[in-house]
């Protein structure tokens, strides 16, 4: 840490660290501590995401080249409640949309679709995992701004003390408590921004390098997706159109129905003629 490191510098001085903050009044030191409170917030904040960033790429490297040895990625398997990489979490997205289009995949048109909702899946987990990403930069980046102007503050108050201690008769002992919290909220201001500046800068880098690393291997996920689905489609229609030709097959193989023949009698049967009109029946009309 900087801050106890310059306590012990001070340390060796004529009057020693604790004399700066003895000289100080309330509001200097309510500054100063903040100040100090601050920068291992910073420190802590740092440590603890440098540590997550080599954390998730060892493990996303790991992951990517056991991915590599597997034949088919839609076949994975991720148990739930389990702690998933980044890189898990895209792919068990990826299988858990396929999984809903699972035996329903032969024509182009459902893998179109299929690849729809797939692509949506994984989009969603790249910006779930990006906020995963930017996890306490936004801490540190209020570091490098707010730490200034704490300190700022620090030196206008001390300042505004110095002034209002100012008189014709005036001592250094009356002076020394505006000066000593001017100039130990401004250092310890400084001490703050200047290492969550650094360090900012470096974890922003090794964030955006993961970052497009992600978004490249959601690019690969997708395309892998595609070609397995449509490798399972042309499979379904085929075992559709050997059913198909196995049914026809079948159907035509069942012999036609024995129709009885037809006997033709010897005598047959003549029906009786009506009888003709009567006689004289147009004469009585």
């Known amino acids: 840490m900087i801050s106890p490191v310059l306590a012990m510098v001070l340390a060796d001085t004529e009057k020693g660290a604790l004399w700066y903050f003895k000289q100080m009044d309330s509001a200097g030191l309510a500054v100063a501590g903040v100040l100090v409170i601050c920068s291992f ?9 440098w540590s997550d960033v080599q954390e998730l790429r060892r493990r996303n490297h790991l992951f990517d080249r056991r991915l590599r040895d597997q034949n088919s990625v839609v076949g994975l398997n991720f148990p739930g409640g389990t702690n998933l990489s980044p890189y898990e979490f895209l792919v068990s997205e990826a299988v858990a949309a396929v999984q809903r289009h699972k035996g329903r995949l032969v024509r182009p048109s459902d893998v179109r679709m299929c690849m729809g909702h797939v692509e949506n899946a994984i989009q969603r987990a790249v910006s779930r995992t990006m906020v995963k990403y930017e996890d306490k930069m936004v801490l540190l980046s209020s570091l490098v701004s707010g730490g200034p102007f704490l300190g700022l503050l620090g030196t206008v108050w001390g300042v505004m003390v110095t002034f209002g201690a100012l008189t014709e008769k005036a001592s250094i002992a009356q002076l020394a408590p505006g000066v000593c919290g001017a100039l130990v909220t401004t250092t310890l201001g ?17 964030v955006k390098i993961m970052s497009t690393e ?31 030709l196995l049914r026809r097959a079948a159907a035509s193989a069942v012999p036609a129905p024995m129709v009885a023949p037809v006997v033709v009698a010897e005598n047959p049967v003549v029906p009786p003629t009506p009888p003709a009109a009567l006689p004289g029946w147009e004469d009585a009309q």
């Open 41 to 49: 917030i910073g420190w802590g904040a740092m440590i603890q995401k």
């Open 190 to 206: 400084l001490l703050v921004a200047i290492p969550a500046t650094f360090g900012y800068n470096y974890l922003l880098t090794q």
């Open 214 to 244: 992600l978004e490249n291997f959601a690019s690969t996920l997708a395309d892998r997706v595609e070609l397995e689905l449509e490798g399972e489609a042309r499979n379904n229609f085929e075992q559709q159109q050997q059913a198909e």
